[in-house]
């Protein structure tokens, strides 16, 4: 009696992304793989850049082998800055996207290949990264904000002896009243003109008198 050897196919050399690539002998008695018998499973987690070699045996005690070259690429992992959201004032622009260093290949949206990319308008913008094949990619939204909007009331009378809180209504900005206070709202009982600048986190400003 003349048994079959088993049919064993790892497929060609490969080059993949990551740190890893599975290995799959197809389906068999038992296996050894790089000639470790321990590593006796149909499948093998590639962690290196080697020529890997499993020898497997079937049902009838009948052997065969292959061998394949993995070639593992470091896998770029592309994050654009500052944010995912970017909230951009209005004149503010442009807005400095930075994507992180790699040496490799990056294509814009706006096909430039640099690390940096000026925003100019709102919109969605993104990059892709390339590293010996190896690519990822990351995009942002430019939001564009219309300003603040301050209404510290209308022109008041007051009684004498009497005083008055005037609040920005903004909260989490930074303020400069004429008074030079940095609060975000100021008490008074003396007439006279009094306004505010506040600046909010996206550099948008508004006045009120």
């Known amino acids: 009696t003349v048994n079959t050897n088993p049919n064993i196919n790892l497929g060609n050399d490969t080059t993949a992304c990551g740190d890893s690539l599975l290995l799959d002998a197809g389906s068999h008695t038992s296996y050894e793989w790089n000639g470790k018998p321990a590593n006796n499973s149909q499948t093998f987690s590639a962690t290196s850049t080697k020529k890997h070699i499993v020898k497997?045996?079937?049902?009838?005690?009948?052997?065969?082998?292959?061998?394949?070259?993995?070639?593992?690429?470091?896998?770029?992992?592309?994050?654009?800055?500052?944010?995912?959201?970017?909230?951009?004032?209005?004149?503010?622009y442009p807005v400095v996207l930075n994507a992180p260093i790699w040496i490799g290949t990056y294509e814009w949206n706006d096909g430039s290949a640099g690390l940096n990319l000026n925003a100019n308008s709102q919109g969605d913008y993104w990059v892709i990264v390339t590293v010996l094949g190896c690519s990822d990619t990351d995009s942002?939204?430019?939001?564009?904000?219309?300003?603040?909007?301050?209404?510290?009331?209308?022109?008041?009378?007051?009684?004498?002896?009497?005083?008055?809180d005037l609040n920005s209504g903004i909260i989490g900005a930074t303020y400069l009243w004429n008074t030079t206070a940095k609060t975000p709202n100021i008490n008074i009982n003396t007439a006279g003109t009094y306004h505010v600048l506040v600046t909010d986190a996206n550099n948008c400003e508004g006045r009120d008198t």
């Open 140 to 164: 942002v939204y430019v939001k564009e904000s219309t300003g603040l909007s301050l209404d510290l009331g209308k022109d008041t009378t007051l009684c004498k002896g009497a005083d008055m």
């Open 56 to 92: 497997v045996t079937s049902s009838s005690g009948c052997e065969n082998s292959d061998t394949i070259i993995v070639t593992l690429n470091i896998q770029p992992v592309i994050s654009i800055t500052p944010s995912d959201t970017i909230a951009v004032c209005a004149g503010s």
